[in-house]
């Protein structure tokens, strides 16, 4: 306990590092692998480094901006699977694969939805575009699509266009909220996120309540274990959704090596309150701080993530993708082929 190894990482310029000392005694790549109940594991052709939201180049913030160069921040490029984050200023807030905060607009329509952001605006406020995936806290089926007036697709969480700030230049950042009185982070049921009043003072009460889309059913926060015949046994998030471990991370230091667009691709699995754990171990059930200001979930001391690729629960298209990522078992484990 207590053991710090950074100094052994500084060469390493892609590598995120546990800053915590809970974890140890595991090597990184082939350790801790299971074999499936059934048929092999699924061989797919995407590598590790390819992936959704190639625009943001290598981390949160980079990419394509808007304004001045000295402004440049959130760009344009897919969403990947969206995230719930929890901010100071404006509580939890819905964010993309980088961890930038998604916004709506007061003067955009949601029954129907309608987007009354454009020309320069638009280059403010960058639309998401369509197509994003829902991870744990965020119920699918807020998830839609509205046309543009330039014929381009645009993301929506409860009929609310979703936008981007070209100000947020990094994960975390919220300084979108309050802008004009009209811009407000999305939160995870796609009203406007507001940090609730303590002591029925200070901070902006939340919005008035928004009809949710009809039949449209709460997310719920998790880990549990589902079965398939070619997985067995294999932890799922709460949306029922395949988590899954990358083989060059390691659990001793734990380090996460998938970053940059890698992300956009595979989402990790935010922090899981251990009472919302159901089959799985809970031994060095802890939580890794990346740099990019995002927390991970790890399973025995492994760092796990969903695939932007599954679409529904009990989906693993993810499952041996480059010979790199499979589902997780219950103990931890890498569910291979033999």
Not at 138 to 159: M, N
Not at 170 to 195: C, E, I, M, Y
Not at 279 to 294: A, E, Q, W
């Amino acid at each position: 306990m207590g053991i710090k190894r950074g100094s052994t990482l500084a060469a390493v310029a892609a590598v995120v590092a546990l800053t915590a000392t809970a974890c140890g005694g595991g090597a990184g790549g082939d350790a801790g692998s299971a074999k499936p109940a059934g048929a092999a594991a699924q061989a797919a052709g995407a590598g590790a480094d390819s992936g959704y939201g190639s625009d943001y180049g290598s981390g949160a913030g980079a990419g394509s901006g808007y304004g001045s160069a000295g402004d440049a921040g959130a760009g344009s490029g897919p969403a990947g699977q969206l995230a719930v984050a929890e901010t100071d200023k404006a509580g939890p807030v819905i964010t993309d694969s980088a961890g930038l905060t998604l916004y709506r607009f007061d003067k955009d329509t949601a029954e129907p939805p309608k987007s009354n952001c454009d020309g320069d605006c638009a280059k403010a406020w960058p639309p998401v575009p369509a197509g994003a995936g829902a991870a744990s806290g965020i119920d699918p089926k807020l998830l839609g699509e509205v046309a543009r007036s330039d014929g381009t697709k645009q993301l929506t969480v409860a009929g609310w266009p979703a936008y981007r700030y070209a100000k947020d230049t990094k994960a975390g950042d919220v300084n979108g909220q309050g802008v004009g009185g009209t811009w407000f982070a999305l939160a995870p049921d796609g009203k406007k996120a507001a940090k609730p009043a303590a002591g029925g003072g200070g901070a902006p009460a939340p919005a008035a309540p928004e009809p949710k889309p009809e039949g449209a059913q709460p997310a719920q926060a998790g880990l549990s274990v589902a079965t398939n015949p070619k997985l067995g046994e294999h932890v799922v998030d709460g949306n029922g959704m395949t988590v899954y471990r990358f083989k060059p991370d390691s659990a001793w230091p734990m380090v996460s090596k998938c970053t940059g667009d890698c992300l956009a691709k595979w989402p990790v699995v935010a922090p899981v309150d251990k009472a919302n754990v159901k089959g799985i171990t809970l031994k060095n059930f802890s939580v890794l701080d990346r740099p990019d200001g995002r927390k991970q979930q790890s399973i025995d001391c492994w760092p796990v993530y969903t695939f932007a690729g599954d679409k529904k629960p009990g989906d693993a298209n993810g499952q041996g993708v480059g010979g790199q990522w499979y589902a997780v078992s219950p103990e931890g484990k890498l569910i291979t082929a033999s």
